[in-house]
């Protein structure tokens, strides 16, 4: 019986490690910088534009405190939407919800693509950043607006 459940996780280990990988991150985008955490509150500090990519749900509930959203998975996102939020000449750092979301490497990707040269991908993003105690904050609705 032991050999036959190891024979079976050899089979399947495999599998199941491919998977996973084919949901993570990668490491380093060509066009800008990896960042880990401690660089990504220095560059918070000197005011780069932190730019969260995950969907409104997650933005609302929290973000970093200052970031800017941005649907990176909406077929309509163009360097135009970037734009918006910042110059080609500005620091934008791309984060979303650590190394299994794709949505700051493809925006990263992206920046890169249409002329941006100051990015920094962020690749542990929001959870990291919590995790330190950084500056957080909520979409809040103003009082006078009915729920």
Known sequence: MKKYLYALLCLFLPAVSAIATENTAP?????????????????????????????????????????KHLDVNSELFTAGDLNILAEKDQGVVFYCNGIHCLGSSKASKKAAEWGWFKIYYYREGFPKWKEAGYPTASFEYPESVAH
């Open 27 to 67: 490491a380093e985008v060509m066009g800008a910088v990896t960042v880990d955490t401690a660089v990504a509150k220095r560059l918070y500090d000197q005011g780069n534009i932190f730019i969260d990519v995950r969907n409104l749900e997650y933005f609302n509930y929290e973000h970093i405190r200052g970031a």
